[in-house]
């Protein structure tokens, strides 16, 4: 059974094709990494699974979500499925967040827009989210403002709110890249955790090989709009087959085994072979 | 401390706090810190958010003052100096920050910008001449000095940054977070190039920076600062082989690692966040 099926998908925006003919399926539970550098097209891709493209975007071919195409579906029917069907966590929580608004109350609204809670259902519940992303003191965390909270905190209230209403699927769009190392490895450890809980598959994009490789089953490798390399995560970091693949392998390891002083690989290196 | 006759930069007992303001706390960023950058070395000074090691690097600088304590540049002292005093230090320490778009002025053409210093500074000398070798050592075209910032990548932005940093001829180089910005591939570039400007020039370079792995590959020698203050100092192999401080320990335990799952190192010392 396939959760997630993306079929061919192609993104223009403005004349330049940034998601070039992608094709992938993600089953329930699964966990997926989909890994590339800056214009590789992987936050063009989550933002087109979650009908979120800018408006001159032109996309073409589908995606198969729970049995429906969210490339044909009215923003209506698209924003009845975020949050509740899939839940999302961005890199910058501040802008995620309503820095006005108290981050229980945006937890809460989550439940009474999809689930139809009341206002007290929805608070008392909210609660029981914050114990589960680690919050030892609910009531006081539930009343404070984004500005109040420290990065990891908030990151914390966004996964909080992505799991409220136990999604099939969670879009994680780089969602430590801005945190601490200390704070990345507990918001990581937390996300595995959730997911596991609720047996929801996640799709967790990052430019950042260790991180994937970390936490998900799979690895989706983009490079130039185009997937040029999927498999299971041990096999993709022991026998690359794309020469792109390669390349970054070899840089994102070098760092960790190379002498000090000593040439790195860069992927040019790599792909000149190749062509 | 005791200091060595090769300390080129010493940092005695150094602590800076930011006054409050209304609702604004007071904020101590850097408590009786004291350290020394030797002649030659490569210094990587690690830490995260808050732990004060970029307001470290703008009093190395002298853009700021210390609340207390002192900061000396080949044996003399440049705290409270005034500007017209520093000119040996200007010369002679100069830095690469994180992000080139904010440092470059998205008006001024490369060449300009690479020469700033040079004008500043009073350097005399053929300008345009010093401009092409200098865009030539970072692996630019000297056509590039007629461009704009926007006109060029992440990665080549932050050549010209390197480019203009190297125009006074500096012995000391702060690279203050100078690759975090930059995806994998263009960061090994980047290092590639410091690397060998540092061979070839003879830098002293501070390496600042939260990615232990950046500094393990770069720096001879580490201090880890937290919250402030100096939790940890020494040479970087004996440093990462047996940390002595709970949070040096936890801080590589942190780091995400080819093939390892998360979760798999429990941190020893996690703080409430």
Same mark, same amino acid.
């Given at each position: 059974?396939?959760?997630?099926?993306?079929?061919?998908?192609?993104?223009?925006?403005?004349?330049?094709?940034?998601?070039?003919?992608?094709?992938?399926?993600?089953?329930?539970?699964?966990?997926?990494?989909?890994?590339?550098?800056?214009?590789?097209?992987?936050?063009?891709?989550?933002?087109?699974?979650?009908?979120?493209?800018?408006?001159?975007?032109?996309?073409?071919?589908?995606?198969?979500?729970?049995?429906?195409?969210?490339?044909?579906?009215?923003?209506?029917?698209?924003?009845?499925?975020?949050?509740?069907?899939?839940?999302?966590?961005?890199?910058?929580?501040?802008?995620?967040?309503?820095?006005?608004?108290?981050?229980?109350?945006?937890?809460?609204?989550?439940?009474?827009?999809?689930?139809?809670?009341?206002?007290?259902?929805?608070?008392?519940?909210?609660?029981?989210?914050?114990?589960?992303?680690?919050?030892?003191?609910?009531?006081?965390? =539930?009343? &404070?403002?984004?500005? +109040?909270?420290?990065?990891?905190?908030?990151? @914390?209230? %966004?996964? !909080?709110? *992505?799991? #409220?209403?136990?999604?099939?699927?969670?879009?994680?769009?780089?969602?430590?890249?801005?945190?601490?190392?200390?704070?990345?490895?507990?918001?990581?450890?937390?996300?595995?955790?959730?997911?596991?809980?609720?047996?929801?598959?996640?799709?967790?994009?990052?430019?950042?090989?260790?991180?994937?490789?970390?936490?998900?089953?799979?690895?989706?490798?983009?490079?130039?709009?185009?997937?040029?390399?999927?498999? =299971?995560? &041990?096999?993709?970091? +022991?026998?690359?087959?794309?020469?792109?693949? @390669?390349? %970054?392998? !070899?840089? *994102?390891? #070098?760092?960790?085994?190379?002498?000090?002083?000593?040439?790195?690989?860069?992927?040019?290196?790599?792909?000149?072979?190749?062509? | 401390?005791?200091?060595?006759?090769?300390?080129?930069?010493?940092?005695?007992?150094?602590?800076?706090?930011?006054?409050?303001?209304?609702?604004?706390?007071?904020?101590?960023?850097?408590?009786?810190?004291?350290?020394?950058?030797?002649?030659?070395?490569?210094?990587?000074?690690?830490?995260?958010?808050?732990?004060?090691?970029?307001?470290?690097?703008?009093?190395?600088?002298?853009?700021?003052?210390?609340?207390?304590?002192?900061?000396?540049?080949?044996?003399?002292?440049?705290?409270?100096?005034?500007?017209?005093?520093?000119?040996?230090?200007?010369?002679?320490?100069?830095?690469?920050?994180?992000?080139?778009?904010?440092?470059?002025?998205?008006?001024?053409?490369?060449?300009?910008?690479?020469?700033?210093?040079?004008?500043?500074?009073?350097?005399?000398?053929?300008?345009?001449?010093?401009?092409?070798?200098?865009?030539?050592?970072?692996?630019?075209?000297?056509?590039?000095?007629?461009?704009?910032?926007?006109?060029?990548?992440?990665?080549?932005?932050?050549?010209?940054?390197?480019?203009?940093?190297?125009?006074?001829?500096?012995?000391?180089?702060?690279?203050?977070?100078?690759?975090?910005?930059?995806?994998?591939?263009?960061?090994?570039?980047?290092?590639?190039?410091?690397?060998?400007?540092?061979?070839?020039?003879?830098?002293?370079?501070?390496?600042?920076?939260?990615?232990?792995?950046?500094?393990?590959?770069?720096?001879?020698?580490?201090?880890?600062?937290?919250?402030?203050?100096?939790?940890?100092?020494?040479?970087?192999?004996?440093?990462?082989?047996?940390?002595?401080?709970?949070?040096?320990?936890?801080?590589?335990?942190?780091?995400?690692?080819?093939?390892?799952?998360?979760?798999?190192?429990?941190?020893?010392?996690?703080?409430?966040?």
């Amino acid at each position: 059974m396939t959760l997630l099926a993306v079929e061919d998908l192609s993104v223009e925006i403005g004349g330049a094709r940034v998601v070039d003919g992608v094709t992938f399926r993600l089953d329930p539970g699964e966990r997926v990494g989909l890994i590339g550098e800056s214009g590789s097209g992987k936050s063009m891709t989550a933002l087109a699974l979650i009908g979120l493209l800018p408006d001159e975007a032109q996309v073409r071919g589908r995606i198969d979500f729970d049995g429906r195409d969210i490339v044909r579906l009215g923003e209506a029917q698209r924003c009845r499925l975020r949050g509740d069907r899939i839940g999302m966590i961005f890199q910058e929580p501040m802008t995620a967040l309503n820095p006005t608004m108290r981050v229980g109350r945006q937890v809460a609204e989550v439940l009474q827009r999809h689930r139809g809670a009341s206002r007290s259902q929805a608070a008392a519940r909210t609660l029981e989210l914050l114990e589960r992303v680690e919050f030892h003191e609910p009531d006081r965390i =539930a009343r &404070a403002y984004p500005h +109040e909270l420290s990065g990891g905190q908030r990151q @914390r209230i %966004l996964a !909080a709110a *992505a799991i #409220a209403c136990s999604p099939a699927l969670v879009l994680a769009d780089e969602p430590t890249t801005a945190l601490d190392v200390t704070v990345q490895a507990r918001v990581l450890r937390l996300l595995a955790r959730l997911v596991a809980e609720e047996g929801a598959a996640l799709l967790l994009i990052s430019h950042d090989l260790a991180v994937v490789s970390g936490m998900c089953d799979r690895l989706l490798v983009m490079y130039r709009g185009r997937l040029v390399e999927q498999g =299971a995560t &041990a096999r993709v970091l +022991e026998r690359p087959q794309h020469p792109y693949t @390669r390349g %970054l392998l !070899a840089t *994102a390891g #070098a760092l960790d085994g190379a002498a000090r002083g000593s040439v790195l690989p860069t992927i040019p290196d790599f792909l000149e072979v190749a062509l | 401390m005791s200091k060595g006759p090769d300390a080129l930069l010493e940092v005695r007992g150094v602590s800076k706090v930011y006054p409050g303001r209304g609702e604004r706390r007071q904020i101590q960023a850097l408590d009786d810190v004291s350290l020394e950058v030797r002649r030659g070395e490569t210094l990587g000074v690690v830490g995260e958010s808050g732990s004060g090691k970029s307001t470290l690097a703008r009093l190395l600088l002298a853009l700021e003052q210390p609340t207390s304590g002192e900061i000396l540049f080949d044996g003399a002292p440049v705290s409270g100096r005034r500007e017209r005093e520093l000119e040996h230090l200007r010369r002679n320490v100069q830095v690469v920050f994180q992000d080139p778009m904010g440092s470059l002025d998205p008006r001024m053409r490369i060449g300009t910008a690479v020469s700033e210093p040079l004008r500043a500074l009073g350097i005399a000398g053929d300008r345009k001449a010093r401009v092409a070798e200098l865009l030539e050592a970072v692996g630019l075209p000297p056509e590039a000095a007629s461009r704009y910032p926007h006109e060029f990548s992440g990665g080549q932005r932050q050549r010209i940054a390197i480019a203009r940093a190297l125009a006074p001829r500096p012995t000391v180089l702060i690279a203050d977070e100078a690759v975090s910005a930059l995806d994998v591939s263009v960061r090994a570039h980047v290092l590639n190039l410091l690397n060998r400007l540092i061979a070839d020039l003879g830098l002293t370079l501070v390496f600042i920076s939260h990615d232990m792995s950046v500094i393990r590959y770069m720096c001879t020698r580490v201090a880890v600062l937290y919250r402030g203050r100096l939790v940890e100092e020494g040479p970087t192999d004996d440093v990462y082989a047996d940390p002595h401080d709970a949070y040096t320990r936890s801080l590589l335990a942190a780091v995400p690692r080819l093939g390892r799952q998360v979760g798999e190192p429990e941190l020893t010392a996690e703080v409430e966040v």
